[in-house]
């Protein structure tokens, strides 16, 4: 009967997390086009919105089920602190795309000069800058690199 009781409970911890997850969705949507946020924006907010709260609604059933959630944080707390050692650079990148996402200091279409390449920006995403000079066409996943460019619109 407790394992009825387990598989029930999650089956229906999933179906109300499936559920909040597309109202909220769809009212973090709305809002965000009300207010004419830039698309690549919208769609990071949008994705570390879902990612919250798909740990936040899977920890909760966790915890109803009875499988105690504190040993698995600690866990994951040191192995992130690990990985984030081991994933600096990775992790720089990253937050350099979402700065250049936010901030856009140059957009799609935009002539830009950085260190030893110049090119037109064909398309900016968290990971990568894809910039095309005549037929040569460079894939930038060093966002860092863009730290010192010069915009030539």
Known sequence: MNILYM???LFI???IIGIALYFLYKLIYNALV???IDPMVKDLLLQITKWVFIIYFGMTVLE???ISVGP???TVGVTGIALGFAVKDIVSNIMCGILIIIYRPFKAGDKIKMKDWEGTVQTITIRNTILKNGN???HSSLQTSFRSFLNMF
């Open 34 to 36: 009300r207010q004419n």
């Open 64 to 66: 109803n089920i009875g």
């Open 72 to 74: 698995l944080l600690a």
């Open 13 to 15: 911890g999933l179906a």
């Open 136 to 138: 040569q066409i460079r």
């Open 7 to 9: 598989y029930s409970t």
